[in-house]
Every structure is written in C-alpha cells, then in structure tokens.
C-alpha cells in the first residue's frame, strides 16, 4: 500500500482542530470557504437512501455500497466522487422544490457511476486524499442535533483541492450521457423526470442573473440548452411523466429540510416555521432550532408531541436522546436511545454510537460492556468514525484493559489519517495483546497499513 501524501496527514489533523468549530454559525454564503463540513444523521442518510434505492436497482448498483455524504455549503451542487460516492451540497438538499427534483438530481449522479466517469483532473488530486477523507468517516457519531465535538457534523480542512469546482466538473459529452442513463433508471423505477426537467430550467442555463449558488451545479455540471431539451423530449413521451410520489416521500423531504434548517440556521428557521404551524416539519424545524439555541424548555414538548404522533419513529427517540445527552443530562438519554436502536434494526450505526456515549457519559464501569457491545456492531458498518474508536478506547480503559485501550487509540489515529501514532499504537496492542488474538491481528493489519515493517510472531 502506498504510503499517504503528506497533504492526507495535514488534513487529518486539521479535522480534529475543525472539530471544535462545526457549532459556530455558518459564514456569509458570499464567502468561499477553504473547508469542507461533513453532516452526518441518520434519519436523513435513511430518508435520502430509501427514496434513492430503486434508482440504485435499476442502475444495478447495490444501493448499500453508495455512500452519501451530505457536505454544509450553501450552493447548489452535487457530484460523484471516488467511486460510488455522492456528495450532496445542503444549498442543493433546501433548495429543491420537491422529491422528484432531488431524485432527478441523484439519477444524473448515478449515471456518472454507472457511466464510470472520472472526474476531470483526478490526475492531479492524490487518489490517497480523497480515499482517506471518505475512509475517516467524519462525524458520523450522532444526530445533527448533537454538540459534542466527535458527533453530528465535522470539518475537514480541503484546500482549494476539492473545492475548486473545476476538479470537480465533467465534459459535456459525459453530462449528456449521465442526463440519458440518469433517465432510463427513472423511467425503470417508475419515477417521473420531470423533476430533473424542472430543476435544469429551474438553474436558468440562460439566466444572465446567475449567482453564485446556483453556479456551482452549472459549473461542475455544464449547461446547455441541448442537454435541457433532450430531457424535455424524454419527458414527453415517457410513460411516467405524470406519476406522482407517494404523500410519505415528500413529508420526508419536509422533514429533512426542516432539520436542516433548524440546524444551519436556528434564528431563521423560527421564522420559517411559524408557532401557528402544527405540521410535523414546522415542528421538527422549530424544535431543532431550540435545541440549537439551547432553549430546553421549549424543544421537549415539541419532541414529546413528535413521539406521540409518531411512536414507532425511532428518529424521534434519536432526537430525544440527543436532547437529553447534550443538556448534561446522559443517564435520562439511555432510555430513549436503546428504544430508537431497537426500532432502527440494521440502520442503527449511529445511534448505536450515541447510546455507547450516552453510557461512558456516566463513567460507570458496569456500563462498559454494553457500550462495548453496541461500539463493536456499529464498527462493522458504516457507522464506523475516530469518535467511534475514542469512545471504544474510553470503555476498554473502564475495564483495565490497556491491550485493547491501545489497539482502539490505534483505530482512532487510523481513521485520523495520523499514521505515526497509528503505527505506534497499533506496535504497543500487539506487545500487550495475546498472539493471535482478534485485537492483536487487526494491530498487525494497522502496522502494515502505516508501513510499519513485518515482525516475527510470538
């Protein structure tokens, strides 16, 4: 395995300083930011996942090998990167008008895997960068409501790498290629494409006042007005033109757009979502934007209220949790988190995370195990972090077991990207750990994967 450029290493670190920072309020969106902030949630990963499925069938894709990253940038973009890796910018995630735009949006995308198009100028980014941004799993340790500073979102410093967006743009050939496969696996799934007709309009390959959010997806993805009437034929003689989605996937859009604007924008999202407004997104906004604003008083009824109207919604005692954990109050989260982990079956990754946090949180070494236990089958999917593996460093040292401690400190620096301590960590568990062991195996993995040379078992 090649060895990581030193610009992996440097971004490693910088995320752990950005860590702290995610809470602040977000810049002017006149401003280019040097960074990018990975959100991470699992209601919208599942919302977002579930209505993008069936594309993912008829692309023939396995939809649970797209991973879909949900970036905080005001403009309004998405792109595929590293394989099958979606991005999907927040501007894009609030700006669209309904689920068929959202879904035209991520059937193009899915035509640049399917396609197998290559960014243009991957030659010059380190493929390393970007498989280890996408390998740290950032963040993804809670829900957005989360405060803590190894949940709910995390900052990775880019550089003008990623973010210059003509890193991230495609000919026009390979645009009008992802428009038509894009199309076909709409068109499989019974979906209708005028959302993606009516979000290409909506950008205005013509409007002379583009500005600077909207010209993110027309410079990464270029316009043309052949590209826009192509899809308006398709859409004319398709058998689906006029299918409609169900009710459910549009209250779901509402709901994810609510949670993020409680979350990006607390003080605006209460003007959104007026108290008069008792629909489940106008609440799901408004307690969001109180629990940003600390305002506990006023966001438990509301969750209260949103449980009781939807018992069987484990988001809700996703929320629930949260709120309890993050206002000082962890031994009341357990209750809450274990109900949402229960409901959630195999999509509870994160949550399992929060609840393990929930119970470290009350350093009562009775409680290792089951923090352990949920630590241990979140690792296995994509909840996978370096908070995940501080918290597992956290529990085996509850239970005296300075082996295991090290080889979790080494899964941590791993997914860090801070390969140094990884490899020192990773030579110190197989010094204390029993040959052979899981623990003293997966040490030797980690030691080859930072370079550390071969060394003779015991």
Not at 33 to 61: C, N, V, W, Y
Not at 208 to 224: F, I, K, S, V, W
Not at 260 to 270: E, F, Q, T, V
Not at 310 to 329: A, I
């Amino acid at each position: 395995m090649r060895k990581p450029s030193r610009l992996v290493s440097v971004v490693a670190i910088m995320s752990v300083c950005l860590m702290s920072l995610v809470w602040g309020a977000p810049p002017a969106s006149a401003q280019r930011r040097s960074e990018m902030q990975i959100l991470s949630d699992a209601e919208t990963d599942h919302i977002i996942r579930k209505m993008a499925r069936p594309i993912f069938q008829a692309a023939g894709i396995d939809p649970d090998s797209v991973q879909i990253l949900l970036i905080n940038d005001p403009t309004v973009n998405a792109f595929v990167a590293g394989g099958q890796n979606i991005f999907i910018h927040t501007g894009l995630l609030l700006d669209v008008d309904n689920a068929d735009q959202l879904l035209g949006v991520i059937a193009h995308e899915t035509g640049h895997i399917s396609g197998g198009h290559l960014v243009r100028g991957a030659e010059a980014m380190d493929n390393a960068f970007l498989a280890s941004l996408l390998g740290m799993g950032l963040g993804i340790a809670g829900g957005l409501a989360s405060r803590n500073a190894g949940a709910g979102a995390a900052g990775v410093m880019l550089g003008q790498h990623l973010a210059e967006r003509n890193y991230l743009s495609f000919s026009r050939t390979q645009e009008a290629s992802a428009d038509q496969a894009g199309l076909s696996f709409l068109e499989q799934s019974g979906i209708s494409a005028k959302g993606m007709e009516t979000f290409l309009e909506k950008l205005g390959v013509n409007d002379p006042l583009m500005n600077d959010r909207d010209a993110g997806y027309r410079l990464t993805h270029p316009l043309t007005r052949e590209r826009i009437d192509a899809v308006k034929a398709f859409v004319a003689r398709s058998r689906y033109s006029n299918a409609q989605l169900p009710s459910a996937t549009e209250a779901d859009l509402r709901r994810v757009q609510a949670k993020l604007y409680g979350y990006l924008d607390p003080r605006g999202a209460l003007v959104r979502y007026k108290v008069n407004d008792p629909s489940p997104a106008a609440r799901y906004g408004r307690a969001y934007a109180y629990f940003r604003q600390g305002d506990v008083k006023q966001a438990t009824p509301l969750v209260d209220g949103l449980i009781a109207d939807e018992p069987k919604n484990p988001y809700l005692y996703e929320m629930k949790g949260d709120l309890m954990l993050q206002t000082g109050r962890a031994p009341d989260a357990v209750a809450p988190y274990r109900k949402a982990v229960e409901m959630a079956g195999s999509d509870a990754g994160t949550i399992r995370v929060s609840l393990a946090h929930a119970l470290l949180e009350q350093h009562d070494p009775r409680l290792a195990d089951e923090a352990l236990k949920n630590l241990q089958i979140a690792s296995k999917g994509k909840a996978q972090s370096a908070f995940l593996w501080r918290l597992t460093a956290q529990a085996w040292s509850m239970k005296k077991n300075d082996g295991m401690v090290a080889y979790a400190t080494a899964e941590e620096a791993l997914a860090r990207g801070d390969m140094p301590m990884a490899k020192a960590q990773a030579e110190r568990a197989e010094r204390m750990l029993p040959a052979g062991s899981p623990g003293w195996l997966r040490a030797q993995d980690i030691r080859g994967q930072t370079g550390g040379a071969d060394k003779p078992e015991r």
